[in-house]
């Protein structure tokens, strides 16, 4: 990690936990059944470590900001614009794979060394500023604090430590292990995780639709909304199923038609 380039260097903290983002589009498991969202909580994770297992709003609200600065948008929109649906998605499962990663950690028994973090964060932190003012301007400008820094790092040192496991007990190829892990990752912990309505993603086990339109209200595809959904629901689409990566597979398209209302009149 310490011979990565600065400016990638600084993608990964700035951005996210890269090696959930790897998966976080694939479907997953559907049906289950779906436990109480607490008020003032946007998601529950079920069997995630202790004090994690529920999002609370607040802390969406703040990814919401950093993924809309992060983005370049000025005016944060507002639920039912198109643009605040995408930024709630990339909100939502960062959040949650946030989460994900430290569950799987825990029950592979993987703990970092007491003291690995910080010594990682400081080398990452001079490696990127050189000097303070340089560093506090960077937080002020992608709304960031030390401590998420520093969850950011963690998690790139997990990454790290679970890749290492999978090819030490994995008698397949890096590859080939790695794509299987990531499927029963996803399938597992997407299964575990429930959302509230208005913060219902691809990556919540009470999401109904395998053809939801990029940017379309998640109302319009709740399994159990809070009142009325959008008067203008799009249309699904059809979707191909995903292959798993590093297979070769023949794409079906398959999607459920769900009931829609009509677009309102100019």
């Known amino acids: 990690m310490r011979g990565a380039r600065p400016r990638q260097r600084l993608g990964l903290l700035a951005f996210g936990v890269a090696f959930a983002a790897l998966f976080l589009g694939f479907a997953i498991a559907q049906g289950i059944g779906r436990p109480d969202v607490p008020a003032g ?3 529950v994770v079920e069997d995630a470590p202790a004090g994690m297992g529920t999002i609370a709003r607040g802390d969406f609200d703040r990814a919401f900001a950093q993924v809309a600065r992060a983005a370049g948008v000025k005016d944060a929109p507002h639920p039912g614009d198109p643009q605040y649906e995408e930024l709630m998605e990339v909100a939502m499962d960062g959040l949650l794979s946030a989460v994900w990663l430290q569950g799987q950690a825990a029950e592979m028994g993987i703990a970092l060394e007491p ?3 910080i010594e990682e964060f400081k080398s990452v932190k001079a490696e990127e500023f050189k000097t303070k003012a340089e560093y506090e301007k960077f937080l002020r400008a992608s709304l960031l ?3 998420e820094l520093i969850d950011r790092v963690e998690a790139q040192l997990l990454t790290a430590e679970i ?4 090819g030490e007990e994995s008698p397949s190829p890096a590859d080939e292990a790695e794509a299987e892990f990531l499927a029963e990752f996803t399938d597992k912990w997407a299964s575990r995780t429930f959302c509230a309505a208005g913060f219902v993603t691809e990556s919540c086990a009470n999401f109904q639709a395998t053809g939801r339109p990029p940017g379309a209200p998640s109302a319009c595809y709740e399994a159990e909304p809070d009142g009325e959904a959008p008067p203008a ?3 699904p689409v059809m ?8 297979s070769v597979s023949i794409l079906e398209p398959e999607g459920e038609q769900l009931p829609q209302r009509p677009l309102p009149a100019d």
């Open 115 to 117: 003291g690995r973090v």
């Open 239 to 246: 979707q191909a199923k995903p292959a798993r990566p590093g």
């Open 41 to 43: 909580a946007v998601a």
């Open 233 to 235: 629901c799009p249309a």
């Open 145 to 147: 604090d030390r401590g």
């Open 163 to 166: 890749q290492k496991r999978l």
